[in-house]
């Protein structure tokens, strides 16, 4: 596997130079290093901090302040279970019961392997098809069943000869 979840200065050191000499630098760099690292190492704050003349307080400040920004590498493959309402109306709860004791995890949490991680997400767009699940943040499956779940981790896992 490359080295997508290791600390890598250089990578850090590149965005916060594409980005330094505008205004409201910030963001866009923090994206930028969470796209190409996965998440936002603690070491990389230093350096985003010190490129855009902040103090680490403020780099922290607004990576704690949005949600959607990592601090930890992410799982290898991410469940997002749609807790809005068509969904709950298509007894997602129950479905979500069984995917928490299936993978031995509470949401925003990752398995100790870094396999699968779980969070909850509010709507796919596949309301037609309640109850939706997302895996890595690109494939929607609808009308998900506990066994079609099921099915899906044993696929997942066969194929990366993950265990
Ligand atoms: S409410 Fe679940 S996909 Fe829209």
Known sequence: MTAK??????????????HQCKPGALLPVLHGVQDALGYIPEDAVTVIAGGLNL?????????SFYHFFRTSPPARHMVQVCRAEACQSMKANDLVSHIKNRLG??????????TFGLEPVYCLGNCSCAPAIMIDRDEIYGR?????????VM???GDGNEH
Not at 5 to 18: A, F, I, P, Y
Not at 105 to 114: A, K, Q, R, Y
């Open 55 to 63: 103090s680490r307080a403020e780099v922290h400040g607004v990576i």
């Open 5 to 18: 979840h290791d600390w890598d200065r250089e990578v850090v050191q590149k965005v916060v130079e594409e």
């Open 144 to 152: 998900m069943t506990e066994e079609k779940f099921d099915s899906l």
């Open 155 to 157: 696929r997942i896992k």
């Open 105 to 114: 995890l509470d949401f925003h949490e990752i398995d100790e392997s870094g």
